[in-house]
Each structure stands twice: as C-alpha cells, then as structure tokens.
C-alpha cells in the first residue's frame, strides 16, 4: 500500500470514523477531525477514487463508474473500498 | 398581522394569569409540597471507566448517515434484474452486508454497529427515495401533494445532543436530524432517482389510488388526522425479534439447515399449490443473507487482526485478538460462553436493522434468554457478576447507538430520535413460576449504573414476582431514567389469548410475551436450547411487526371535523363529506364521530395494506424471517405467514383524553345543562377563546398561552369548559364517557382487515405523536388551546386537570377492559421527594401494584423536579445527559423538540403519594 504525503485523516487506513465531521486515529488514540491533514507517513485508506477500476465522471467530480462492475455500475469517489475484492490501488 | 394580533404582542397576558385573576387552578403541583430549590434524582451512580469512556463518545457524536450499504444494495439488485424477487433481494443483502466497512475502537466489548460510524444510519431508496431531498426536489413536491410529509412540516427535533438539525461546513443536514457529507450527496440523489417508480412508496401509491375514496386518505394525511403510512416508512418493528436459531445452531448450522430443505422442497409443492413452490426459492434466500452476515463478521475479524497487529498497548492487544478469536468463532459456531452469547444477539439485532426500516426492534426478554450462558459461566467461574455488569453496560452504550433513518415526521414527530429497542425482564416461565433470574437483576443494575436511553427496561408483572426483585426495579425508576415501565402480565395474557388465540396460541405459549416497541404487547413461544447437555426453554419473538397498519389517528381533530362539518378549520380544506348531521343532541355528535372514525379507518387500512402488500412482494424480511418461528421449518417467509403469529395489524390513536374530556364537555354543558349553544362553542373553538396560535407564542403548553387582545370576551365560556369535569378525578361524569369511547373503540377495530386476512386491534399510545397532532389541531370544548399538544399516552391525564392524587386517577384509568386493547399507557410525574428513602421506594410499589390489581396494564413514572426541566430548557448546554421519559421511552432532554418538552413541563407533579 502506498505510503503518501499530504493526505487528510479521512484518506487514510487508521482513521476511523466516529461521525461525519470526526474519528479516531487509531495510532494515537486521539479524536481527530476527519478534514484535517493525517501525520506524514500515513497509508492511504483505500477508496474509489484511489483505484484503477474508477473512473471519474468528467461533469462532476463526486461521480463515476465503476469499470468493474457489471454495466459500468456508478460509484463515488469517497467510497471506501476496504472490503472491495475489486480495488487496485493507483500511484498517487 | 391585524390589530388585535399586533396589540397582543404588546399585551402578552397569559392563560395562567387570567386564570390566577379569576380565581381559578389548574395546579400542575398535587399531592404534598416538595422544597422551593432544586431536587435532584435520590439515585444517581456512574458506570465503570470502560461504559463510560465509550459513553462519552457517544455524547459528543452526531447522527451520520452514509450511502455504502445502499450503494451495494442497489448495485447488485439493478445487475439482477428478472431474478425471482425474494433471492433478487437476498443477493442484494447479501452484497451489501459483505461490504460494510468495520469500525473498532479502543475498549470495546461489544463490536460490529450499523454503518462505519458510531452513530450511523443510512437511507433505504427501495422503500421511500423522497423524504429526504431537498424541499426544491420534484420527489419531496410529490410527497407532499400526497401527504406523505404533511407530518414533517409540523415535527420538530431538540437541536441539542446529536442532532444535525441545520447544514454547516462540509456536512447536509438530512430530514432535519441526519448529517451526511456534501461530497456523498451526488451519489446519494443518484441512487435515490435509480428507485424512483419502483419503490414501495412509489409503487404503493400507483395502486392506492385505486381505492374507492383515495381523495379522503390524502385529505387525510394532509391534514394531519392521520400522522403517516407504515408500509414504506417503518414496515417492521414494535416487534420482539428472536435470537434462538442462530445461538442453537450457529451461522453454519443454519446454512446446513437452508441446503438440506432445498433438496427437500425442490420441484415440490406438497399439497400447497399457491406457495408451496416458493418455499426453495426461500430457502435459497435465507442461505444467502446468512453468507453475506458471516462475510460481514469475518471482515470485522480481518479488522481486529489489522488493529491487533498495530497495537502497542498489550492488553489493548490481547482485548483484539480476545475479540477477533470471538467473532470468527460466532461467525460459524453456537456461542459457548455469556460474552460470545451477547455479542451474537448483538451482532444479530444489527444484522435486522440494517435489514430493513425499523423501530422498537425488541431483544424482548434477553436476560432469560442469555441466562443459560451466564449461569454456566458463573459455576464454572468463566465470568464474574462484575464482568458481566461491564458487558451489560457496554451493551446500553452500543444500543444507545443506534439511529433509525426515516423522515422527519416518523423520526422527529413520532419518535423524538428514539429507537425503542425494549428489553424485557420478569413475567413468568413455561410453568408459570417467575421467570425473573439474577442476571435480570443485573440489567437493571447496568440501568442505574450506566443510564442511557437504550435499551429502555419493561417489567412484566406479576404477583409472584419476588418484591427484591421490584424493588430494585424501583431502585432503576428513581434514577429518574423512566424505566422500567410496568406492564400486566395478567391483561397482557388475556389480550394475547384473544388475539392469537384463533391462530393457536395456548396459555403456557401466552407467559413467552414480551413487549415490543415502546408498548406493543407481542407474542413470543418457548424455544429448546441445549447448551453442555443441559436443556433450556428461552423465550422469543414469533409474531410479525405491530403498530403496522393505521398510525395515530389524531381523535381531537377527528371531533373538529366532526364540529366543522368536515372541514379543517388550521387549512380550511374539506377533508370528508358532509355529515349530514345537525349535532342536535349528544348521541348525534357521537354519531358522526364514529362514521368519521370509520371512515378514515376504512381508507387508511385499505391503502396500508397495498403498501404492505408491495413491501413483501420486493421488501420482505428474509434475515429477520429465518429468526422467527417457524419460517426455517415451513419454508415461508413474513410474506407468506411463516410466522407462527400474524394478526398484527392495528389502529393506532392519539389524543384519547381531550377528545374524552371535551365529549364529556359537550355532552354537560352543551347538551345537559344547556350553558352554551354549540354555534357559541364553534365560534369560540375558531377565535381560540381569544388567544394567539401556539407557535406565536412559542410554547405549546396551556397555560403559557397568551391572549391577542385585552378583550374577556370569552373567557366565562373557556373557564366554564376548563372547569368541567374531567378525566383523571375518579368522576363518574368523566369516567363513563371514557368508558363508552373505549368499549366501542376496542371492538370496531374487528371490523377492518389485514392483509394478511386478520382482524385489525385497538392500540393505544401517543409515543411523540401528541405534539404534531396538537400542532395542527384548533382549541378543543375541553378548553385547550389551538396548536398546544395533546395529553400524553392515552390515559395519562391532561395537564393539571387530576386533583384527586393517583389512585383517584387509577380508579379513572380502569373504568374500561385495558384486555380489550394491545396496551394502554399511562404516564405519572413523581417529585423525587415524594418518594424518597426505602419507605417511598415501597409507596410507589405499592401504588403500582395497586393499579395492577385494578386491572391497569400499564404506567411508568417520571421521578423529576419540574424546575430542574425548565433549567434545562433554558440552559441545555449543562443537561447533555439528562433524561425524560415521554410516552413508552426515554430520552436525552436536548434531542426532543420544544412541544414535547413544554408538555412534559406541564404535566401534573405529585408532590406527594
């Protein structure tokens, strides 16, 4: 998994949400909010938008498919994909 | 704004003072004199370090909704399309289940919760796809035309607590308590059009129309005489649910089951040429739903082996891989020990809600149901009662949890926020000796330790529980948390008995009831758990949802309508025809009420069967099906009445004591005593006796209302109305209307069917409903006031108008059969005070079993100074955690809406017992 600069606590694997604003980061124990910048050295949290499968609809940017799915099903970059069998992770 | 209205803004003379002036009392104080200053709850006691921790998370989360469980849902049911509906379904559980995203946090016991948040919830378009758009969205202008969120324009939500009453920052505020991030908005629209037509709302609405005198059921809904339809909003719930299978057999072992009757029943009907067919395609469902629960366990698992690995803490590790080691033994085994056992039953409760739209999914009478586990820990010293009192508190944070998504009408109006998960404890056994156990004991001591609103507590009882036992139910009641409510284990049975009776319930079957929801009473059967060779009989749910069917017909303005002519007089629409009556006399009057009634309960049943209907054609319960007995032996599914009890439809009302009150009002002063013409009375009701509308004043309590202008023009006729006899005072005046209203109530809700070809039943609560319903309803001939809220339940009094202490209003309460009903619910404000110390802990058991013994069914208390609630209404940022009980629940103070609390305020304070 890529190991990523700049990422927000919301984009990464031990960020765990609490509520829509809000979570836990799971190295420190601390509540944190989920728009604030994640310390360096934080791996990503896989989600749509970091995967290969997903394409971002060119009209807005909070849409897309995904090319995995049958009939290029929609699907929205903020999904988390931990459970997808489907994600490949792409470079950043 | 006219003269009189901008002069009595100036004004500004209230209902209290005026009555003060006159010399007239509605003393909302009774009964004895409690002290000038604050009295706090005579018990109060904290949890341990680890309930607590996870309790203050709790406190400072917001509702949040996401769109990962719809999302999977609807990707995998639009790739299926022209499958057989139950396992198109099925595969479309199954898919979302596997894709939860798990959520652990630090000292958890108890694992796995609806969504990825603390407190998540996610909208279900295959039910309802408008509620929740913005009002500028063709969908909610299409709600509304139909009235389907006539009720959401009048509820309002405490914006306190976790309530995401407004949008701010990046996050949407959905149906008024939801927040959701703006960038899952796109998506959650999407999704929501891809339903659009196909839904149960939308396709029940396709066929409803089709029901002689469809107009009456939208004037109806618009107007508020009914509050919602059940069939795309909460089709499931009030209910007990049942854990037995899954802890008997194990995930796997029901798995086994569902492939050994597929070879059974394949190509065969067996002599049931209509759905005896259906029963492989079921059978194939219900191996899939289980599939997708067990990928949605093991995942947790992969989590906590992740979190194991990155912990440094050592028993924070050990407590990961104590957890992993649990859940992927539960994953495919029966639970061996107490803790696997809860966590089960927990993960279970989830696995249902995620299911489907549900409030008041029961865990019914858990503490009998885990008690073998416990006992077997406890002798083979697995567990100590210490340990397990930490489970049972982390297990109230964990159901505290638990959100509901639904409109702001059926959340916010009916609900007020709250879930109804209702736990049970007492009644009796099999044989009928007490069922009540020491691990009972100890889920009323985590609901003094570790007070939260979930689960609230019910005791069933009966005379022969042992009285520590109660008392320490007491000991519960006066932390002032509202619960454990007491229901009669005697009324209940012989309701049960009548009820499900035809479709074979025996008495020794009737003691496994519990209740489900706030107060619905529901039937349950004994089930044979063998754990280490040793054979239990737990008990568990076995019927279908209740409090389906006819939500809360608002019986005040059935009367204004009556008194109107069918006209509304808030909207000035015509609702129904002309009565053709002249209200010449008392019996006339009574007369139209029952053709209205009727009438609405004629469409209305009509119309919710063909949204039923549409629910269990596309929608059916297949998780919560294979719980219930007896789905996994016949084969059937809820839809095709596998369950062994299905006559669970209902006719829900609110409002019961004003429109006693204000009958009895009529009957007197109009009819008997000839004070007043009923065109003065009219005249009177339409100018509000001279007072502004509630929400002018901003309270919706009586006496806080205020006159527009100086004018005393009515005020002899409103004192006369206000001192009429009333409800709640042992007065025969009063108590025979009561009495003839119930008695005719009760049994012309035989009269309508379910669709599942059983009769209708009376149920009686108010749960939040008195607020909306008051809201919208002008003053009353018993002297309340336009827009203020009802009375609460259905036989507490109405605000200040009980005089005579609470047996006086026991003796009120029981004219009538409360057997006759599903429940009636009565609601008493206690002064911590008046009960104080072990003798008072012993006069409220004795002023409960008295009311028992009269035949009540049910009453709960509110042990509060009413100081401290207007403390908390102006200064709610130092009452986060208080709590109220309201009409079958309890709630945190901040998340109820101003009408509720105003009417919770008013209510009469005994001082004294």
Redesign the interface.
């Known amino acids: 998994m890529k190991v990523c600069k700049e990422l927000l606590y919301r984009d990464v694997m031990n960020y765990t949400p609490i509520d829509v604003i809000k979570g836990m980061d799971m190295i420190t124990k601390k509540i944190v909010m989920a728009d604030d910048p994640a310390p360096a050295g934080y791996k990503i949290k896989p989600k749509c938008k970091f995967c290969k499968n997903f394409l971002v609809d060119d009209k807005n940017a909070s849409l897309g498919i995904c090319k995995a799915s049958k009939n290029n099903f929609m699907a929205y970059p903020d999904m988390i994909a931990t459970t997808c069998k489907d994600y490949e992770g792409t470079d950043l | 704004m006219s003269k009189a209205a901008k002069k009595g803004l100036i004004m500004g003379k209230k209902l209290s003072d005026i009555l003060t002036n006159a010399g007239i009392s509605l003393d909302t104080k009774v009964g004895g004199k409690a002290s000038d200053g604050l009295s706090q709850r005579e018990i109060k006691r904290e949890p341990g370090k680890r309930a607590k921790k996870l309790r203050d998370?709790y406190y400072?989360?917001?509702?949040?909704a996401d769109?990962?469980f719809p999302?999977w849902y609807s990707?995998k049911y639009?790739?299926l399309d022209g499958e057989i509906p139950v396992v198109r379904r099925a595969a479309a559980l199954k898919e979302a289940f596997?894709?939860?995203?798990?959520?652990?946090?630090?000292s958890e016991l108890l694992i796995t919760q609806k969504t990825?948040?603390?407190?998540?919830s996610f909208p279900m378009p295959w039910l309802s796809e408008g509620y929740y758009m913005a009002k500028e969205d063709e969908f909610y202008k299409e709600a509304l035309k139909r009235g389907g969120t006539s009720a959401d324009e009048h509820s309002k939500f405490g914006s306190g607590g976790?309530n995401?009453t407004k949008s701010f920052?990046?996050?949407v505020s959905l149906a008024g308590k939801f927040?959701?991030?703006q960038?899952?908005?796109?998506?959650l629209l999407?999704?929501a059009h891809l339903w659009h037509g196909r839904s149960v709302d939308d396709l029940g609405h396709k066929y409803e129309q089709m029901v002689p005198d469809y107009e009456i059921k939208e004037n109806i809904m618009r107007s508020l005489v009914c509050m919602f339809d059940s069939g795309y909003t909460l089709p499931q719930g009030r209910e007990v649910t049942n854990y037995y299978y899954p802890l008997q057999h194990g995930f796997d072992g029901l798995i086994k089951m569902a492939e050994e009757m597929k070879s059974k029943v394949a190509g065969r009907a067996d002599g049931d040429g209509m759905a005896g067919m259906n029963r492989l395609y079921n059978y194939e469902a219900v191996k899939l739903v289980v599939e997708g629960i067990q990928t949605w366990i093991l995942?947790y698992v992969n989590?906590l082996r992740r979190?194991e690995a990155?912990e440094n803490d050592k028993k924070q590790k050990s407590e990961y891989k104590k957890l992993a080691d649990m859940m992927k033994w539960i994953a495919h085994n029966p639970p061996r020990t107490f803790h696997e056992a809860l966590q089960m039953c927990w993960t279970i409760h989830v696995a249902v809600l995620n299911e489907d739209a549900i409030s008041g999914l029961s865990p019914g009478r858990l503490g009998q149901v885990l008690y073998p586990y416990y006992e077997q820990d406890i002798e083979a010293g697995r567990i100590t009662r210490e340990e397990a009192l930490e489970l049972l508190e982390c297990m109230r944070v964990k159901f505290t949890c638990l959100d509901c998504f639904a409109s702001m009408g059926v959340v916010g109006g009916v609900l007020s926020g709250n879930t109804f998960n209702n736990l049970s404890v007492g009644g009796l056994d099999k044989d009928g000796n007490p069922a009540s156990n020491d691990l009972e004991t100890l889920i009323l001591e985590s609901g003094i330790t570790c007070a939260t609103p979930q689960p609230t507590l019910s005791l069933l009882y009966d005379d022969k529980l042992p009285e520590d036992f109660l008392l320490k139910a007491v000991d519960c009641i006066k932390t002032g948390t509202g619960y454990p409510a007491f229901m009669n284990n005697r009324i209940a049975m012989k309701f049960l008995l009548g009820n499900y009776g035809p479709e074979g319930l025996t008495e020794g079957e009737a003691r496994a009831w519990a209740i489900g929801g706030c107060l619905e009473t529901s039937p349950g059967s004994w089930m044979p758990l063998t754990l280490n060779n040793k054979k239990y009989f737990i008990p568990g749910g076995s019927a279908q949802p209740t409090s389906v069917g006819v939500h809360f017909i608002s019986l005040p303005k059935i009367l204004e309508l009556v008194l109107f002519n069918g006209v509304d007089q808030r909207t000035g629409e015509r609702v129904f025809p002309d009565h053709g009556k002249k209200l010449q006399n008392y019996d006339e009057v009574f007369s139209a009420f029952k053709d209205y009634f009727c009438k609405t309960v004629d469409v209305l049943a009509l119309c919710n069967n063909i949204q039923h209907d549409i629910w269990r054609k596309n929608n059916m319960a297949v998780f919560h099906s294979l719980l219930k007995p007896d789905c996994l032996t016949n084969g059937h599914l809820i839809n095709e009445m596998g369950y062994r009890y299905n006559a669970t439809f209902n006719v829900e009302t609110t409002g019961n004591i004003n429109l006693v009150n204000s009958l009895v009002a009529l009957k007197k002063l109009v009819y008997k005593d000839k004070k007043l013409s009923l065109e003065e009375l009219r005249t009177a009701l339409k100018d509000n006796f001279g007072f502004k509308k509630a929400e002018e004043v901003k309270s919706y309590s009586l006496l806080d209302q205020e006159k527009y202008s100086e004018s005393s023009k009515w005020d002899e006729l409103h004192f006369m109305l206000l001192k009429a006899p009333k409800y709640g005072n042992a007065d025969p005046e009063a108590d025979d209307v009561l009495k003839e209203w119930e008695d005719w109530f009760t049994s012309v809700c035989r009269n309508y069917e379910s669709l599942y070809g059983k009769p209708y039943y009376a149920c009686q609560i108010s749960v939040s409903t008195h607020g909306p319903m008051g809201a919208v309803t002008i003053a009353t001939p018993d002297g309340r006031l336009s827009g203020t809220t009802f009375a609460d339940a259905s036989l507490s009094a109405y605000p200040g108008t009980d005089r005579n202490g609470p047996y006086a209003l026991m003796t009120s309460a029981t004219v009538w059969d409360h057997s006759k009903s599903q429940n009636s619910q009565l609601n008493i404000k206690i002064h911590p005070t008046a009960i104080k110390g072990p003798a008072g802990s012993k006069k409220l058991l004795e002023l409960t079993c008295a009311y028992m013994k009269k035949g009540g069914f049910h009453v709960q208390y509110n042990v509060v100074d009413s100081k401290i609630l207007k403390d908390a209404q102006a200064h709610p940022e130092n009452y986060r955690d208080l709590m109220i009980r309201v009409a079958g629940f309890t709630q945190y103070w901040v998340e109820i809406g101003k009408p509720i609390q105003d009417e919770v305020i008013a209510r009469t304070e005994y001082e004294g017992v």
């Open positions: 998370i400072k989360t917001l509702s949040s769109n990962e999302y990707r639009f790739e596997s894709h939860l995203t798990p959520s652990i946090y630090p990825f948040n603390y407190r998540g976790g995401v920052g990046k996050v927040g959701m991030r960038e899952e908005v796109p998506v999407k999704i995942n989590e979190l990155l």
